[in-house]
Each structure stands twice: as C-alpha cells, then as structure tokens.
C-alpha cells in the first residue's frame, strides 16, 4: 500500500510539508467550484491552475478520444504563407497515422499547432505530447528522469492529499463528494502505472539503446543524440492520448528502431508520426495522412499501401479527366456543326443544359504531372591505385582501452559500402580515422595522396551560414578558388537549386534544399569518395529518392553509415559490421551484417553465425560473383522494365484505340439517331402537308361545290330571266312572228331564222314588205328567205 493513503503516512507528508502545503478551508461565503479550479501553494488563498481532468468529475466510458476539426486553416509562422486551406482533421482513437508531404509543406507546423492547443474543436481534455528533439536535462539518472517526468503523477499525489484534507475539515462547504473523488483518483493511478512507473521506465530506455553503463550517468552529462533519446523515452512513458512524432528514428540504431517498431504497433492510443524511413512507415502506421493541395488526405493501410492507391486514384482521375474532357468536345462540336439546323434545335438544347449542369456539379480536375526531383554528383577524375587501405589497424582514446580490433578494409572507386553497428562501437570513428582525423593507435592506414574525400556529417545543417544565400556560401567557402556567380549557379543547378532558391537566404529554405546546399558544398571539389554519417536525417521521401538516384550514378567510392534500412539496401553492395568488442566483419548481406554487428541487442535471437576465418580473396571472389549477380538483375529488371513499358505503351494504344472507336461509335450513333429523327420529323412533315392537302382539297371542293351551286343558281335565275324575258318577248312579238314559230315544223323554217326577225324587230308590216334582198341582207340562206316569205304569204 502506497504510504500517503494511511493514516500515519499523511501526517508524516503534512508535518515533511509544513505550512507550504496546507489547503485553504471553505468556511460561509467562501464556496469552492471544484470544477474549475484547483487549490495553489498559498496558506490564505487559491489560484486558478488548471481545470480538473475530466477523469476525476466524469465517468471515463463517456469521454470521446477521437479527433475532429472542420475547416482548418494553418499558415507557417514568419513568412505567414497559407499551408492548409478549410481541410479536415480527423483522427481516430487507437489508429497511427503517417504524416507524409514533401519537405517544406507543414508537416512539422502542424504536429506543432495541435500540440500547442490553439486549435478551435479540438478537445481539450486530451493529453497531447510532442516530442521536442532534446530535453532540458539535470543531475537525475536516466531511469530517475523518465520515471519522473509525467506532471500528472504529481498533480494526482497532490490532489490525493487535498481530498483527505477536505475529509478531516467538517467545516468545508463544498459540493462533491472527496471519497468518491479519491477512489477516481486512484483508479487513474492505476491506469497510467504510477504504481510501475520505475520498471516500465527501465524497459523502455533499455529498449532505445541505454546499456547498464548509460542508464547510470547523468541526463546532463549525455551527448545531444542521446538527450534526443531521452525525449523520446519520456513521451513513450507518459503515453499521452494523442502522440506526436517527428521522425523518432533519427538518433536511434537498428535494434533501437526494431524496439520502437514493436512498442509502436502495440500502442493502443492515437499517434502521429513524421519520417523519412519508409520500412519504419511501412511497419507501424495503419493509416496515412499526406498534405497536398493544402488539404489533409486520408489513405488507409501503411506506406506501400498509400503509394499503390495513390497512382491508382491518379489514374483513375486521369481517365475520368480524358473521358469527361472527350465528351465535352464531342457536345461543343455537335453545338457547333447544328446550332443553325431547326431541326436539331431539341438535340441541341439539351447538349448545352449537359454541358452547364457538369460545370455547375464541377468537372474533374486535371491530375498535375508531379515534378520529380533530380540532382547528380559531378563526376570524379581518374585515380590509379585504391583510394585507402587498412591493415591490422587498431585504435582507442585511451591506449588502455582499444574500441576498434584488427581492422582490414580496401577502399576503392567502386564500393558501396554500409557501415553498421550499435551506437557508440566506433563507426564514426572508424570514418574519421579514414579522412585521417585521427591516427590508429597500432597497424597502418595508407591513405592515396591524389584522392579528394567529401564528408557528410549527420550535423551538416549547423555549418551552414543562415544568413548567406548558397552561392554566397559557395563562394565564401572556397574562396581559394575565386568562384564567378554563374559557375556557382550552374554547380548548384546539379542540385535542384535553381531560380530564387540560389539567392535565397539559406536559413529561409527547407530542411531538403539546406542539405542540398551541403551536397553542393561537399562535392564541388569533385571527391573520389563520398564518406556519409548519417545521410537522411533531416531529409524528406521525395528527397531520399533523389539521393538514391544520385548515388547509383557516381562513379566515385561510397562509405556510408544509416539506419535507414530501405536506403542502405537501395545503394549498399558491402556491409562492414563493427560489433560491441570492436571487432570488425565484411558482408555481402545486409541481415548476416545486422546479426553480426547487433547480436547483443537481440537477445531472443540465437547466433546462427560462428566467426569465419575466411581470407580476404574468398570476401573479394564473392564480392565480384554478388557484383555479377546485381549486374545481371540489373539487366533482368531493365528486361522487365522494358517489357512493362512496351506492355504499358501497347495497351495504352489499345485504351486510345478503344476511346477512338467508343467516341466513334458514340458520333455514329449520334448521326444516325439524328437521321433517325430527321427521318421520323420528314414523315411528320409529310403527314402533315398531307393532311392540309386534304383539307385543303376538302374545303376547295366544298367552295367548289358551293360555287357550282350558286354557279347553278345564277344560271337557272337566267334561264328564268331568259324564259321570262322570251316570254314577255313573246308576248309582245308580232302576230306574223308568232305564226311563223308555230308553223316552223311545218314550213320547215330554222328557229334561228325566226330569231334574227325577232331580234332586228321585224314587225307584221315590215315583213310584208320585205323582199328576197332584204333577208338576205339580216344574213339568212335563201332556202330560209323563200320558206319565210311564203309562210308570211299564207298568214
């Protein structure tokens, strides 16, 4: 039982404690809102502190740990450029995000906006933490520190204290219950492991690499690497309900980002993490959140995963574009072939409403190639013998005490070289006894005069001028050389530094451009050898690919030291192992290496390998044969690649084939659904000039017949008018006339005749008279004349 819950051990703390700790009493009038406030360090009065957990007022099955923040907006601090736009930030509890982007878009900004609690909707019951680089350190042990170093142990044991003050005072008015509080507070204590907190501390820092030595110095006596490690520790100890990492695998060895892989995977609360190693990514994250277009993108699975999808959508997208953008010429053209055509006016219509509708719906955006980054390393002059070569050598600070064995390596032109081992065996003294900064302590090392060595410290960031643009520092460093401004941009252009990056302060550019510079820098003396400590730190994906690239086609030596597993077996042909006696090993592989140069850390782990006394000739032989094996994977991948680019080009022919036949098919269809209903609108056309023919004709006819009845009408009302008038004619004709109609017949006389007498008005006298001349004059035929005349004479 801890001592402060018994009776005699709170009198004990009260009397160690002193007037310093006694808690004000309520007392009338002086009523104490639990939920707000906490008591401070004075004897008469209370301060606000901070509000009370939620865990020790609230039922903790209720509190929701997720994460949800709606339209986010964040800019970088300084130069207030906008880095993400009304985006989303959300996360979910028990998840581990990978925080991915390229160097320079807010990555790290914004692990240091959420953790600074300036976020509107973010909860503020949430116990987040951001691991900062270093700690400020003390005179504590390492354990002592970490065990230590969560407030909250303290605030409960202080809180603890407060409640069992508040249940001797009888006279504190107060409005919650202190034993239900207490019990609250120790069931928070059993959650966070105060009672374990030195075992768990032990475990953890003996997990990141702190040997029985380390963990007994002093966090103030430790390097800056370590202190970096200490500061991890300590968040991983806390375990604060929402993790923030920025790349935790910096200072750590491979059995320390082993460790850190296993604890992460089984971290039940929420983490962020930001790195560069892809293999740590791949191995811990379960889900990916990568900054683009100043917006958070949310991918599920690992590293591996979110790239697989990623190109797929862009695919994906790209065929949606193509497809969306073929449709819309396809509707512009037919807008524009038969906007004039009546009969293609509904067609029409209809086209132009499609075509406003998918850009009021937004029309899918053209996926941007991405710009990948290139530099190259100038190429080396020609050296003749090996660049360095090391026999027997031994060394150690103390000739006492010997940290490198028996050490013999040959250095050329054509290694690629990893050298691996545990923090602090020797590996950046190893290097350093190459550039010759240090002497061995016994054996030889004979260094080519003629050969030009460049060295990438782990620490390059801190020898460069913030103040001065990089072709100030190029020309500043190597004034010897009295380099001309265009000769510094054009070195520096190797880099992918062009533009304004060259004539930027360097303490303005991003943490990839800055060790640009330093490439730059270290490579303008045109090196027959690279020496790299630590390469990646500091870097982005995006960047280490460059690099990548760039060392493959150097065609000078590569010594190497990295942790950064996918980049040693991207570039590495040989490994050198130094191991914790110091003795050290050449490899062709990389886990024979690891096994050798970490056996002591991996203590579940049987050493499957004895020593080998194999001679150097034998190392050389398989050197050549595992030389000759890449090579002829090499050529078998550019095969592969070959095929798959022929493969990839044919069968994007056949999808651009495939489209042209489909758009194709698609315009035919159009035309002949088009002469389908010019056809269908024709027929229309022509029933419909039928039909008006008809009725037209329908209705002529009825005018017609109408006409010919009133036609009929007019002319019976003349025969009537005639049949009148003739009979009126007859009724006032003369008497000879008369007789001569009656006695036609029978004197065979024309009835014209009679009417020619009738109508030059010949009366009863007048036909007496008239002679044979006479008639014939009014036009009659003779036969006519004498049969008139001798009918008259009768009458």
């Known amino acids: 039982i801890p001592e402060h819950t018994t009776p005699a051990g709170r009198k004990m703390a009260k009397k160690k404690r002193g007037n310093k700790g006694k808690r004000a ?26 509000k009370v957990p939620l865990y020790l007022v609230d039922d903790m099955a209720s509190i929701n740990r997720d994460v949800v923040v709606e339209g986010l907006d964040m800019v970088e601090p300084g130069s207030g450029k906008l880095l993400l736009a009304k985006t989303r930030l959300k996360l979910s509890r028990g998840r581990r995000y990978g925080l991915c982007g390229k160097n320079g878009i807010g990555k790290t900004t914004l692990l240091k906006l959420v953790a600074s609690g300036n976020l509107k909707e973010f909860p503020s019951h949430l116990k987040v933490l951001h691991v900062r680089q270093e700690v400020p350190c003390d005179d504590r042990k390492v354990v002592q520190f970490v065990s230590e170093c969560d407030e909250e142990f303290k605030f409960l044991q202080e809180e603890e204290e407060r409640m069992y003050d508040l249940l001797e005072d009888e006279d504190a008015d107060i409005d919650f219950d202190p034993q239900e509080r207490l019990e609250k507070i120790e069931q928070r204590r059993r959650d966070i492991g ?12 003996m997990g990141l690499g702190f040997t029985k030595e380390m963990r007994e110095k002093k966090t103030q006596d430790l390097s800056g690497g370590w202190r970096c490690r200490v500061a991890l520790a300590c968040a991983l100890f806390i375990a604060p309900d929402l993790l923030l990492l920025d790349e935790p695998t910096n200072h750590l060895d491979f059995p320390g980002v082993t460790w850190l892989e296993n604890y992460l995977k089984k971290y039940e609360k929420t983490a962020i993490i930001v790195s560069h190693d892809k293999t740590f990514l791949n191995t811990v994250s379960s889900d990916i959140i990568h900054i683009e ?54 067609l029409v219509q209809s086209r132009v409403k499609e075509l406003e509708k998918m850009e009021r719906e937004g029309l899918a955006e053209e996926v941007k190639e991405e710009k990948k980054l290139s530099f190259r390393f100038p190429l080396p002059t020609k050296l003749d013998h090996d660049i360095a070569r090391i026999i027997d050598m031994d060394f150690g600070y103390d000739p006492k005490k010997i940290i490198l064995h028996k050490v013999n390596f040959n250095v050329t032109m054509k290694d690629r070289v990893g050298v ?22 016994a054996g030889k090392l004979e260094f080519n005069r003629h050969a030009r060595v460049a060295y990438f410290t782990q620490h390059h960031m801190d020898l460069l001028d913030p103040n001065l643009t990089p072709v100030e520092f190029l020309q500043q460093k190597f004034k010897e050389d009295n380099i001309k401004t265009h000769e510094a941009r054009g070195h520096l252009g190797k880099f992918a530094l062009s533009g304004d990056l060259q004539l930027q302060p360097i303490g303005l550019l991003s943490g990839g451009q800055k060790s640009r510079v330093s490439f730059a820098a270290l490579t303008w003396k045109q090196p027959h050898v690279l020496i790299m400590d630590e390469p990646t730190n500091h870097l982005d994906i995006e960047t280490i690919e460059a690099l990548i690239e760039a060392v493959k086609d150097f065609q000078g030596g590569i010594i190497m030291v990295s942790h950064d597993q996918y980049f040693l077996e991207s570039i590495a042909e040989e490994f050198w192992g130094i191991n914790e006696k110091g003795e050290t090993k050449s490899f062709l592989d990389l886990d024979e290496a690891k096994e050798f140069s970490y056996a002591s850390c991996f203590e579940e782990k049987e050493k499957q390998k004895k020593s080998s006394d194999s001679k150097r000739s034998q190392i050389k032989q398989n050197k050549k044969k595992r030389q000759q094996e890449a090579k002829a994977r090499q050529r078998e991948r550019e095969a ?23 758009a194709k098919e698609a315009f035919m269809k159009e035309i002949e659904e088009s002469e389908k209903q010019k056809e269908a609108e024709e027929k229309a056309r022509k029933e419909k000039e039928d039909r008006e ?8 006819a009825a005018k017609a017949k109408v006409e010919e009845a009133k036609r009929k009408a007019e002319e019976d009302a003349k025969k009537a008018a005639a049949a009148a008038k003739a009979k009126e004619q007859a009724a006032a004709e003369p008497e000879t006339l008369k007789k001569l109609t009656a006695a036609a017949k029978e004197f065979k006389i024309d009835i014209a005749a009679i009417q020619v007498l009738r109508d030059n008005e010949i009366d009863d006298d007048d036909i007496g008279d008239l002679s044979k001349a006479d008639l014939k004059e009014l036009g009659l035929k003779m036969a006519q004349v004498l049969r008139i005349l001798k009918a008259a004479k009768t009458f």
């Open 293 to 346: 277009d100043r917006k958070l993108n949310y991918y599920k699975g690992n590293y591996k995963t979110f790239e697989k999808v990623r190109a797929e959508h862009r695919r994906a997208q790209e065929k949606e574009h193509e497809s969306q953008q073929l449709r819309i010429r396809q509707m512009k053209e037919f807008i524009n072939r038969y906007r004039s055509d009546e009969s293609k006016a509904s």
């Open 693 to 700: 023919r008809a009725e037209r004709e329908a209705a002529e």
């Open 194 to 205: 105060v009672d374990t907190a030195q075992a768990r501390a032990t475990h953890i820092v």
């Open 640 to 662: 592969q690649l070959e095929k798959e680019r022929q493969e990839q080009e044919q069968k994007e022919a056949e999808e651009k084939e495939e489209k042209a036949r489909l």
């Open 420 to 441: 691996l081992g545990v923090n602090g065996c020797g590996k950046s003294t190893l290097l350093k006894l190459i550039l010759e900064m240090l002497k061995p302590t």
């Open 25 to 50: 009493k309520g007392g009338k009038g002086k009523k104490f809102d639990e939920t707000k406030k906490v008591f401070g360090n004075t004897e008469d009065d209370y301060e606000k502190v901070e």
